[in-house]
């Protein structure tokens, strides 16, 4: 049986388990908290980014992520978190104490930073923009080419 994702949300010293439901990311931000992002251990996975480690990075609340690969290596380049392995255990758990013995301002830069890597990476204003400058540059490009061939 595979069992899906879930956020683990921590709230004072109490636990939440938490289905993935996207309407729930827009108020995690109100919350003191570490979320969680895993995905099994697989190559496919291991290329993939998953959409709630972008949701989470927007919160600008600390990540524990056991992920491999592209998600893990977004969660860590940016700063954003403690990042281990999918599936192994041990190491999630030595993540989690980790996170947990951090004062309140290095968890709070970490948010700062994945929200700000967001913005930067993911924001769909920003990438659409960046959208927007390719395509002009490739049609300036294109008319550039086209004026020396005549």
């Known amino acids: 049986m ?3 994702p879930e956020i683990i949300i921590k709230l004072r010293e ?3 388990v938490i289905p993935p439901e996207a309407q729930r990311f827009a108020v995690l931000h109100d919350y003191e908290l570490e979320l969680l992002v895993s995905l099994v251990r697989s190559p496919i ?3 993939t980014i998953p959409s709630k480690s ?6 600008g609340r600390p990540i524990v992520a056991a ?5 893990g290596r977004i969660v860590a380049e940016a700063g954003a978190g403690v ?21 309140s301002e290095a968890t709070r830069k970490m948010g700062e930073a994945g929200r ?14 960046r959208m927007v400058s390719l395509f002009h540059s490739g049609i300036e490009s294109m008319s550039k080419s086209q004026s020396h061939a005549r």
């Open 54 to 59: 972008q949701a989470y990075l927007a919160t």
């Open 67 to 71: 992920l491999d690969g592209e998600g």
């Open 14 to 16: 109490r636990i939440a």
């Open 116 to 129: 700000a890597y967001y913005r930067q990476q993911f924001d769909p204003d920003a990438l659409a923009q």
């Open 83 to 103: 990042v281990c392995p999918a599936e192994a255990p041990e190491r999630l758990a030595q993540a989690v104490v980790h996170m947990r013995t951090l004062d």
């Open 45 to 47: 996975m291991s290329l």
């Open 2 to 4: 595979t069992l899906q």
